[in-house]
């Protein structure tokens, strides 16, 4: 085959409509959408919203080639001169920025987040994961919303971790500021009908309330932090600290709120709604349930967890990174071609929109057997693809996860925390999905909190 000849094609989605092109269809249901139109028309497609045409590409070569070998000329979608989707929530920070801004201040916030540190980190969040589930007391037997629940917890982790702070007292209201602001931001995306944020209509009013609490509680910590001097060896201190190599100076104040909302935000949404499909698939599979609950018992002996015990929880790990699987919380990945490029010998122009499909990536049943069910199983019996990019959850090449050590800690810490205490129960027939940045179970889950018949040591 000469090299010019591509193995893949690249196909029109049909039914596009002249003006609005397949927007309509999308803005519905657009993870539903983006799955049915690659199990029909395959792994490269082309469709239009509005006045923008997208690719979306749901094979794992397609995607090495977009984050990992051709990353310098993929680039992030956002200008902040015009802010647009998150970048109107997190401004210029880590997720959003690019350029030297990123790389800078990626060498800033990186060394919190290194493995030495993950054994104290996942103390910490032993210790809001019992502290939080203390209160549950009061509702076993009840059902729950365990999308709250685990939203709030994940939050006060965070908080914890990165600001040795608590945000309990405020955990309604910032959850609702998150929520609001989330949705304002990807509704941007694809509303070419969008009025500019200077009307004042209703959303617009709203999205800019829940943005000044936002601020105000952010900068409220900045503040607190430079009056009191205190040294916590947090993420706070080191974006406080830091000061360009060349001139010496330090963040601005903007750049400040921007990295440290960035972090709050992208550290604990995305955790939580992993948590939130982990539950919901252990609740619909009771064979994975028992096994999973066998082995907490097992290795923790009414313990707390901590990070030694995870090496000894292989099943809960599987459970995590299968939930992870099924439903990738950032279920795909946004860019735009910095030049004239070719992504599997298919040419795209400068300022091409590509989508990696990671949801899409995740199921292809190329790269593995029985893809839509939940089997954890093939996390132990090394039954993983070997296509690099065919599992995708924290992203790849210079632009995937941060946080990656942070949640896969996090992620099996807290499973085992609240699976030897409890049982949880679906209590509602079925469970949406609801695509709005992440991947959220629409209108949360109800679960009855069962307390379990374990003898349970007293060390918490
Ligand atoms: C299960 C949990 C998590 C998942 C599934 C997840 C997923 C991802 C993905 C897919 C990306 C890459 C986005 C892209 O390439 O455009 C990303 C980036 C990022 N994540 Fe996470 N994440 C998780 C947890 C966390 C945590 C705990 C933190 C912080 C404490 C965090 C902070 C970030 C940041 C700052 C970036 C931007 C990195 C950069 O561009 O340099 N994430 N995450």
Known sequence: MPDSVSPFTLIDVPGGAPLFGHLGEFKKRPLETMSRWWRRYGDALRFRLGPKTLHLFSHPDLAEEILVQQADRFVKVYDPQRPTGLSLVLGNGLVTSSGEVWKRHRRIIQPIFHRSRMAAMADRMAQVGEQRIAGWVDHEG???????????????????????????????????????????????????????MWVPTHRNREFRSVMQFMDGLIYGLLAERRQSGAQHGDLLDLLLQARDEETGIGLS???????????????????????????????????????????????LQGRTPNADDLQHLPYTRAIFDESLRLYPPAPAVQRKAATNVTVGGLPLPAGALVLVGTHNLHRHPAFWPNSDQFLPERW?????????????????????????????????????????????????????????????????????????????????
Not at 142 to 150: G, K, L
Not at 269 to 298: C, G, I, M, Q
Not at 427 to 436: G, I
């Open 253 to 299: 104040d903007q750049e400040l709120r921007d990295e440290a909302l960035t972090i709050f935000a992208a550290g604990h949404e995305t955790t939580a709604n992993a948590l939130d499909w982990t539950w919901y698939l252990l609740a619909s599979h009771p064979e994975a349930k028992a096994r999973f609950h066998e082995e907490v018992d097992r290795v």
């Open 380 to 460: 132990l019996n090394s039954e993983r693809p070997a296509a690099r990019c065919a599992y995708l959850p924290f992203g790849a090449g210079p632009r995937a996860c941060v946080g990656i050590h942070f949640a896969s800690v996090e992620g099996p810490l807290l499973l085992a925390l609240i699976g030897r205490r409890y049982d949880l129960e679906l209590a509602q027939e079925t469970v949406e999905s609801e695509l709005m940045v992440t991947l959220r179970p629409k209108g949360g889950i109800r679960m009855i909190l069962n307390p379990r018949k374990v003898p349970v040591e007293s060390n918490a």
């Open 142 to 196: 009840q059902s729950v919303d365990i999308a709250t629940e685990m939203m709030q917890l994940a939050l006060e982790v965070i908080s914890q971790t990165m600001f040795t702070t608590s945000m309990a007292q405020h955990i309604e209201h910032i959850s609702r500021a998150l929520r609001v602001s989330l949705k304002y931001a990807f509704d941007s995306f694809h509303n070419p009908l969008r009025l500019p």
